[in-house]
Nanobody, 127 residues
Framework: QVQLVESGGGLVQPGGSLRLSCAASDYHNFRRDTMGWFRQAPGKEREFVATISWNSNSAYYTDSVKDRFTISRDDDKNTVYLQMNSLKPEDTAVYYC???????????????????WGQGTQVTVSS
């Protein structure tokens, strides 16, 4: 059974950086699948953060994180990353990684396009 496990969250001061990792286990199609990051702040709906296509040819971001966050993947390690710089208090949320579960598809900003989800990792930006 496919499992996605996030790590790298924590408490950071405004302006700081964190790198989230998401390791996929028992997922032989990882290198052919699109990956995404979403987040959910307290009292808010889950929202799209970033997505990367199966071949890394395309990646896109929600406007609020453009030029601050970078999504990347290492297919040899079955891992997707989210590098977060210049963090702001409004970035505080539980961050989830997700896999579309389909081969050779492009990126998607819609949570309903993703079949596999991790358990989430907490990111808190506060002084």
């Amino acid at each position: 059974q496919v499992q996605l496990v996030e790590s790298g969250g924590g408490l950071v001061q405004p302006g700081g950086s964190l790198r989230l990792s998401c390791a996929a286990s028992d997922y032989h199609n990882f290198r052919r699948d699109t990956m995404g990051w979403f987040r959910q702040a307290p009292g808010k709906e889950r929202e799209f953060v970033a997505t990367i296509s199966w071949n890394s040819n395309s990646a896109y971001y929600t406007d609020s994180v453009k030029d601050r966050f970078t999504i990347s993947r290492d297919d040899d390690k079955n891992t997707v990353y989210l590098q977060m710089n210049s963090l702001k208090p409004e970035d505080t949320a539980v961050y989830y990684c997700a896999a579309r579960g389909q081969e050779y598809n492009g990126g998607s900003a819609y949570s309903y396009d993703y079949h596999y989800w991790g358990q989430g990792t907490q990111v808190t930006v506060s002084s």
